[in-house]
């Protein structure tokens, strides 16, 4: 069983087919189903954000779960394959497991040790729990990744200063406007990039900072908590003309905001400057209003620059969260190879079982006249001896931690004892040589 990785993110795709990949719409659930319907991969999780979508997968062949995959994403979301392959990356056991440590703990986060990423695995996990389309593999890798991002967090200076992609943009406002007292903030949407977003602005200093969202409640209740001020939805349009930064982060499928709208806003403004920082995914900004005179149009993929800044800044850190990586996914593969050992273990020991029941029946003749105790006892005893000769060499096939090793053992074991043989029907001719020897011998068993 392998552990596969098919997925897109920021790194491999720009933004308009990111938005286009995106399983937030429909939800994660019909996804799932969609994936377990094809016969390609036994387990599967999604991870879907604003900077990836990945699927995770336990399958037997990989280049079999691969072409189902790929074919799946371009059936799911009307895409072509072949424009959809050459942005798409793949990772395979031990490697898919340190991409997805990583993830976990916002080492490949487009704002490097953003908080968010962890939470966003944990719930992609839960979902395909809820859906019931996890298994053994999956069980495993996920709940190990939390493990590794609470490490990270912990253990590393990394996610020190709220670095997120709402902090991105709101480094993006003070490098343009410097000092951003005096300057009035509006954050399209309430839900939590928005939240975040305002809290940020207000740690900046910003002057003024009014919240909208369709839901007034909720933007009443966002601006109570930061100091700002609730604006209801139906007055967006007068609100972004009294702003000198806009930051956006709905959740809406279209556009909030197109160019002819746009293009009001800015005859009342008299072209004085107006920026935007489209945060969200889809976006909520149509790409044509940055055409606009005296519009700065911003999108996620524009906080490249910022990001290389902390990255700067956080190179220590980062070294060391990557060895907490490093560490974490040998344990892991150790894990792994124990799984690829596990077919040989229990062929192993059903060899065993049935060459010590055909003996026992074989010679039930003479063993017949004893008490029943005593049959009891001489099934117990070779049961135990069996176990005890096949301790070693389990323990020791279940412990190398090398997975080359592993199956140069595993395939060792599988020809000296055929465990890929049929076993013989029991009283037949054809016993194998181990029976034939036992009854040239004319083994005898006593009590």
Known sequence: ?????????????????????????????????????????????????CNRAELYVACDEVPAARADLLAFLAEYHDLDSGALEPHLYERVDAEAAQHLFRVAGGLDSLVVGEPQILGQVKDAFAAATEERTVGPVLNKVFPWSFTVGKRVRTETALSEGAVSISFAATSLARKIFGDLKGRTAVVIGAGEMGELTAQHLQGQGVGRMLITSRTLAHASALAESIGGTAVP???????LGQADIVISATGSQLPILTRPQAEQVMRG?????????????????????????SVFLYNIDDLQAIVQENLARRA???????????????????????????????????????????ELERLQPKLAGLPPEAGARVDEITRLLVEKLLITPTEQLKSTPDPERVRIYADALTRLFALDAEEPARGE???????????????????
Not at 233 to 239: I, R, V
Not at 324 to 331: D, L, M, N, Y
Not at 348 to 355: D, K, V
Not at 429 to 447: H, K, L, M, Q, W
């Open 1 to 49: 069983m392998h552990l596969f990785l098919l997925g897109v993110s920021h790194k491999t795709t720009p933004v308009d087919i990111r938005e286009r990949l995106d399983f937030a719409a429909r939800g994660l659930g019909p996804a799932l189903e969609a994936i377990s319907r094809r016969s390609g991969a036994s387990e599967a999780v999604v991870l879907s954000t």
């Open 233 to 239: 939805w139906t007055e967006l349009f007068p609100t």
């Open 316 to 358: 220590a850190e980062i070294s060391r969260a990557e060895d907490i990586v490093a560490g974490e996914v040998k344990r892991f593969e150790a894990w792994l190879a124990t799984r690829g050992a596990i077919p040989t273990v229990v062929a192993l020991r059903q060899r065993f079982e049935a060459i010590r029941r055909r």
């Open 429 to 447: 001719p054809g016993r194998d040589s181990a029976a034939r020897r036992a009854d040239d011998a004319g083994t005898t068993v006593t009590s």
């Open 269 to 293: 403004r008299r072209n004085r400057p107006l920026f935007l920082i489209d945060i969200a995914l889809p976006r909520d900004i149509d790409p044509a209003v940055g055409d606009l005179e």
